[in-house]
């Protein structure tokens, strides 16, 4: 039982942290104030235009049930409208968005992505919401910082490195930081690490490695982080592909240690493999929802993001089942504090965090990926 | 073509042969010998295992009994490439990927020739086939008629002593196999071959052979010249499988060592030479009669009508109508004294004794 | 007026002709014609004509050597299914009835089962704690496990695994439709089994060998899920790069001039290919 008064206290700290994690992630912060402007909110505008139906573009699996069950099941509950759910990998469902466009039939109304694709090649046909001021709900009950100007915030998470308590028990040395990561000769054994498309992850990480502190990593020292990266690449023997593939390398010993999204990690720890995670210094990794532009049913669409930052019960469950911390600002004091302390908002974990300056990825997108694919084709 | 004249014909001698495949029994203890130089048709239906016999003396089957030998050494268990045999197959089994000569020169070339004997030979071989000057085509350029002559040369340019062949004509039109048949017997005199000719067409084995084997049910019925075929059927079926014949069923009234009366289930009393073993009075027999040995007149024999009259223009085919259940196919020349009978005459059918010939009706299997 | 029926010993009409070949047609314009010249005309403007991309592509090495890379394994891969899938097919020529199909069953069991299952089962085989290396170890055949997955090795593997199929049926079909004369013809006329192999049923064959080399090849240049299970990270092949560029950078323009590259190597290598076996002389053969 914690007081209510350092309750309060730490709420006051993790919104600062919040607040500088996502000054730098995000390209503006809303403001707070807005909300009762508005004559008729979205979901009187849907309804008055008759759309009934909100299509999302979004996960599929698990991860499917559970935002069916905690939110597209609700929405439809209170409000009527319907929804339709198309599964497909972030990447498909970003070039099936592009494709939809060059066809001029655009047949999703809102679409989860990484973070990651919140770059030009993306945003074209994103619905450009400005400051959310269309979406009320956002600066009502979201996290600050949660207006992405071309989406909206709803999953975070990190991409930390975990290792095997088989291979490192405690009582014996166990790696703490990205340098460690890479000390073969402290912490033996094969390790894995992401080529999924986004190669600044490994690359931060050797860059921490090799000195450079967390928050001065951009814009990266290419050179310095493949010099740093030749060094391990021996004792990679995974490169893997999908989270899939990082939880099965961990789960079967194949590797020691594993950079992976934490979602992933944490799963696997609840379900009972020998692995403790480390935070410090891993990239942050979120999802949000974009607007489709010229979608099929906008108000619907923005009327559920309205909902969807609502409720943080449901959040919170949501949370709970799925290991990534959501987008609403009173989700994370719901967890208990031993589940808090895992998540990557929980102020100890935020301070450490590596914010990607999304700028210079996008500017140097291709190079990075070309000399990513380079090196390990070598 | 002196060159493709080899070492002549050789004898093929094929004792007690068995054959099971699974629950059928193929053949069933087949003796069989032909002469140096013999001309042998296999003549019977399909199923009747001709085919399977021919199989066996190239090699492809071994039998489960019997031996068979080649020019008097035991080839039974000699596998097909050693066994120095020219075969051709029904649908002449030319390598379609390979030019007329080299389809030709090919079993030279197996034989390790020099390649100058070897076109040498090839050309002769397409001379004897009247082929000169195809050698570079291929087999599908050629029509069916060419494509067999080139089996055949390929099937001889080895000077095999022994030729097999499989219906090798069956695939060709009329005109183009009677002329076809005059030039492989001829090819077989010329070369001095032993050949063994499978056929289901009696008058083909008829027109070509020394001598035939008629096959039935895995067993040899008969052996012998096809005179002898024609004549003196050994069996019902013999006597069903070659040439056309009226088939009379009847009770047997009277028998000596020579003839035999049979009393016909319509009715009237007709005679014959007896043919087989097993006639008894009072058991049931069949007589046989070639429509052509069938006389008709006002006189003697039994009664009956003329049903129809088939006109085909060197002969004249009558179908006369015995009480109920019989007709009795006469046939004669066009012009000749038939001619002026038409259907509905009242006509008396008659024949010599021994040119009809009695069998007993159990023997029919 | 009887011009459009069917004349002349089963030839079939102009008209008649172009009904029948038309559903398929409207196929091809939709399903492939089309895409290829939307994929040329992206790989050349954006949006006015452009050689940047093609120039992108021959500038950096690192993509002819990806391209080297995938040939080099599609080359493997079609080696291997020949070696291994033309034995299987000859025995299934060979069998006839149930058992050939129950060889064909077993050589289709691959194709039945996803390619994540697939590579996964591959991954349960290979990997460190995996059967193979417990074997290994448990017979004192090695001390430290062996890397066995996620090398070239493993790659080539799998891939040989799930495309032998398509190696094995076409040559299968071909060895079908050979008649049974054919070699008993040759063993007549004086071969033996190896001579009527060399001499009749391989030529003939070839068709078959063609089809099947073709199509393994082929599809190898596109593998993509594979590759990324049970690959190195040395096995970067080319479809994975152009479903980078086009899924994760959105570069469809780079990404079709990547596609038209590969295109245009794989049309040069078919035709070199088709020169080499002198195929349409086999093909005419085998009728």
């Known amino acids: 039982m914690r007081s209510g008064c350092s309750a309060k206290r730490e709420e006051r700290e993790k919104l600062m942290h919040r607040r500088t994690l996502l000054s730098t992630a995000v390209a503006l912060v809303a403001a707070l104030t807005a909300g009762s402007a508005e004559a008729q909110t979205n979901l009187e505008k849907a309804k008055q235009a008759g759309q009934t139906e909100v299509v999302i573009a979004g996960g599929a699996g698990g991860y499917l049930e559970a935002v069916k069950k905690h939110f597209y099941d609700p929405f439809t509950a209170a409000t009527g409208i319907k929804v339709t759910t198309v599964s497909a990998p972030y990447g498909e469902k970003a070039t099936r968005l592009k494709a939809m466009h060059e066809v001029g039939k655009v047949e999703w109304d809102l679409v989860t992505l990484s973070l990651d694709f919140l770059n030009p090649a993306v945003t074209p046909f994103l619905r450009d919401l400005g400051n959310c001021a269309d979406v009320p709900g956002v600066a009502r009950n979201g996290v600050a910082g949660a207006c992405l100007r071309h989406g909206v915030l709803f999953e975070i998470g990190g991409v930390p490195y975990a290792f095997s308590t088989k291979a490192f028990p405690a009582g014996k040395p166990q790696p703490k930081t990205w340098a460690d990561f890479f000390d073969v000769k402290t912490y033996p054994g094969p390790r894995s690490l992401p080529n999924a498309g986004v190669p600044w992850w490994p690359i931060i990480a050797a860059l921490q490695a090799d000195g450079v502190p967390h928050d001065k990593l951009f814009p990266l020292d290419l050179d310095r982080a493949f010099k740093k990266l030749d060094t391990i690449k021996p004792n990679v023997t995974v490169w893997w592909r999908n989270g899939d593939q990082s939880q099965q390398v961990v789960r079967d010993g194949e590797v020691v240690m594993s950079m992976m999204y934490s979602g992933r990690a944490l799963k696997l720890r609840s379900d009972g493999t020998p692995i403790d995670v480390i935070w410090p210094g891993a990239p942050i990794d979120a999802v949000f929802v974009g607007a489709a532009k010229d979608a099929p049913h906008p108000h619907a669409a923005l009327a559920f993001i309205d909902f969807l930052m609502t409720r943080p019960e449901a959040h919170a469950a949501y949370a709970n089942a799925n290991f990534y911390d959501t987008s609403n600002k009173d989700a994370l004091a719901q967890l208990s504090p031993a589940d808090q302390r895992g998540r990557a908002t929980h102020p100890d974990n935020l301070r450490t965090l590596v914010a990607i300056d999304r700028d210079w990825v996008s500017a140097n997108r291709d190079k990075v990926i070309e000399r990513w694919n380079k090196w390990l084709a070598q | 073509m002196a060159e493709l004249k080899g070492a002549g014909g050789a004898p093929v001698s094929i004792a007690a042969v068995e054959k099971r495949f699974g629950s059928v029994a193929a053949l069933q203890g087949v003796s069989l010998d032909a002469g140096a130089g013999e001309f042998l048709s296999l003549l019977g239906p399909s199923g009747s295992g001709k085919t399977t016999l021919l199989m066996m003396i190239a090699g492809f089957e071994i039998p489960d009994r019997g031996t068979i030998a080649i020019g008097g050494r035991d080839v039974t268990e000699l596998p097909a490439n050693q066994r120095n045999v020219g075969m051709v197959f029904q649908r002449y089994a030319l390598f379609p990927h390979m030019t007329v000569a080299e389809n030709i020169g090919f079993p030279l070339r197996m034989r390790g020739l020099a390649r100058s004997e070897m076109s040498s030979r090839v050309e002769d071989a397409l001379k004897l086939v009247r082929l000169d000057g195809y050698g570079t085509r291929l087999p599908s350029q050629l029509s069916g008629g060419q494509q067999q002559r080139v089996a055949l040369a390929r099937a001889v340019v080895f000077r095999p002593p022994v030729l097999l062949m499989d219906e090798p004509l069956a695939a060709l039109d009329k005109k183009l196999r009677q002329a076809m048949q005059l030039e492989v017997r001829h090819l077989q005199r010329e070369l001095g071959l032993t050949v063994l000719y499978v056929t289901h067409d009696q008058e083909e084995a008829l027109t070509m052979s020394d001598r035939i084997a008629v096959l039935n049910d895995g067993r040899i019925e008969q052996i012998g010249r096809p005179e002898e075929l024609y004549e003196m059927p050994a069996s019902a079926f013999v006597a069903d499988f070659i040439g056309e014949t009226n088939f009379l069923s009847g009770d047997v009234v009277g028998l000596d060592a020579r003839e035999c009366r049979v009393l016909l289930d319509g009715d009237g009393l007709v005679t014959g030479r007896v043919a087989a073993d097993g006639l008894a009075a009072g058991t049931g027999a069949r007589l046989a009669v070639r429509p052509d040995r069938v006389r008709l007149g006002n006189a003697e024999g039994i009664e009956g009508t003329i049903a129809e009259r088939i006109y085909s223009g060197a002969m004249l085919m009558l179908a006369v109508r015995i009480g109920e259940t019989t007709t009795i196919m006469a046939r004669g020349p066009s012009n000749g004294p038939d001619a002026d009978r038409s259907v509905g005459d009242r006509v008396r059918v008659s024949w010599k004794p021994e040119d009809a010939r009695v069998y007993p009706a159990a023997a029919e299997r | ?287």
């Open chain 3, 1 to 287: 007026m009887t011009r459009w029926r069917q004349v002349r010993g089963g030839r079939w009409s102009p008209l008649a002709a172009m009904l029948l070949l038309s559903p398929m047609a409207l196929l091809l314009i939709a399903g492939f014609f089309y895409p290829l010249v939307n994929l040329l005309g992206r790989s050349l403007w954006t949006p006015e004509f452009s050689l940047v991309h093609y120039e992108r592509l021959l500038g950096e090495p690192l993509y002819l050597l990806i391209l080297m890379r995938t040939l080099w394994i599609a080359g493997v891969v079609s080696v291997f299914t020949l070696l291994l899938g033309y034995p299987v097919a000859l025995v299934m020529a060979r069998l006839g009835g149930w058992k050939a199909a129950l060889v064909a069953a077993c050589v289709l069991v691959p194709l039945w089962t996803s390619a994540l299952v697939r590579s996964y089962a591959w991954v349960v085989l290979l990997q460190r704690n995996g059967i193979v290396n417990d074997t290994l170890r448990g017979l004192g055949l090695t001390e430290q496990p062996l890397r066995l997955i996620h090398t070239e090795g493993a790659l080539l593997v799998a891939m040989t695994h799930v495309l032998l199929p398509f190696m094995v049926l076409p040559i299968y079909s071909v060895l079908r439709a050979i008649s049974t004369d054919l070699p008993r013809a040759a063993a007549n006329l004086g071969a033996g089994t190896w001579s009527i192999f060399r001499h009749v049923t391989l030529p003939l064959s070839l068709p078959g060998v063609f089809a099947g080399t073709l199509m393994v090849f082929i599809l190898s240049l596109g593998f993509y899920i594979t590759p990324a299970l049970v690959g190195g990270p040395r096995t970067l092949m080319i479809a994975t790069l152009i479903g980078q560029q086009m899924t994760e950078l959105l570069n469809w323009s780079f990404a079709s001039a990547i596609a038209a590259a590969l295109l245009a190597v794989t049309l040069l290598l078919v035709a070199a290919f088709r020169r080499v076996l002198r195929i349409d002389q086999m093909a005419g053969h085998a009728g």
